[in-house]
């Protein structure tokens, strides 16, 4: 592959990662604003594997 190829591929990959943890975060937010643990849990366990 070429170089600007592999760099593209490489901030789709970032920008994909941050757009996921971006979500699960607003997600947290809002399980946490309703109090729902189960969720809150469900959505930490998540955030543990996408950082």
């Known amino acids: 592959m070429t170089k ?5 591929i490489t901030k789709a990959r970032e920008a994909h990662q941050l757009n996921i ?3 699960l975060e607003h997600r ?3 399980a946490r604003a309703k109090g729902d643990e189960k969720l809150i849990s469900q959505l930490e366990a998540e955030m ?3 950082s």
């Open 28 to 30: 947290l937010e809002v």
């Open 21 to 23: 943890r971006r979500t």
């Open 4 to 8: 600007n190829r592999v760099q593209a």
């Open 48 to 50: 543990k594997y996408f």
